[in-house]
């Protein structure tokens, strides 16, 4: 079965500095990985999708992530923080191989971003 | 295209009540998903439409819940004799096929007294 974990349920970084969000996943082979984000009262949205083409992703608003198979990993990164980043983040499997394309969630992470 | 529209926005209800939610779909999109967010998790899939037909529920959706996607459009989402333990956000989420980026409506918050 396929299932992702997000290492840190919250992640405090100041305004300007580095964010890393990490994600590991559990897969019997090759699975779609995406990045979700949060904002109080308002829907996901993604940030950013892999679907086994380049393994470094780049998402929306700075975000990238790096699809690594011999870590298992899918660590969500952004040079730089703003406030506006402040939110709930999930890390989210799919399996390529099962007609509904459901999403399976991690349990997520809270950003907060110090000014 | 105004995204996937999802109503109401809130609701409060006694034990035991039947509620019921809506979900608008992004005009087009065939497939339709509803998903269930508890307070410090992720969402977690209940169950998926293509087009009118639903195709599978998770073990998650007793059978005191039921949902339905008439002529394909907005589908909704009912929970009878509801309990203290259905107190979620209710997702919904619509695609184009199911290979592309499902969208996401900003849910439906119930709280069951």
């Known amino acids: 079965a396929q299932s992702v974990t997000q290492l840190d349920s919250h992640v405090s970084v100041s305004e300007g500095t580095p964010v890393l969000l990490r994600c590991n996943y559990s897969s019997s082979y090759s699975p779609s990985l995406f990045w979700y984000v949060q904002h109080p009262n308002k829907g996901l949205q993604l940030l950013l999708k892999y679907t086994s083409a380049a393994t470094l992703v780049k998402g929306i608003n700075g975000f990238e992530a790096e699809f690594k198979k011999s870590e298992t990993s899918f660590h969500l990164t952004k040079p730089s923080a703003h406030m506006s980043d402040a939110a709930e983040y999930f890390c989210v499997v799919s399996d390529p191989m099962d007609s509904s394309y459901k999403l399976i969630f991690g349990s997520g992470t809270r950003l907060l971003v110090r000014p | 295209d105004t995204g996937v529209s999802q109503d109401p926005r809130h609701k409060i209800t006694k034990r035991g009540q039947n509620v019921t939610f809506r979900c608008d779909p992004i005009?087009?999109?065939?497939?339709l998903y509803w998903y269930r967010q508890t307070l410090g998790q992720g969402p977690e899939f209940l169950t998926y439409?293509?087009?009118?037909?639903?195709?599978?529920k998770s073990r998650l959706l007793s059978d005191r819940f039921s949902a339905e996607r008439p002529k394909g459009s907005f589908s909704t989402l009912e929970i009878q004799r509801t309990e203290q333990g259905d107190s979620a956000m209710y997702l919904c989420?619509?695609?184009?096929?199911?290979?592309?980026?499902?969208?996401f409506g900003a849910g439906t918050r119930l709280s069951v007294l």
């Open positions: 989420a619509s695609s184009l096929t199911g290979a592309d980026v499902g969208y």
């Open positions: 439409f293509q087009n009118e037909a639903q195709l599978e």
């Open positions: 005009s087009e999109h065939n497939r």
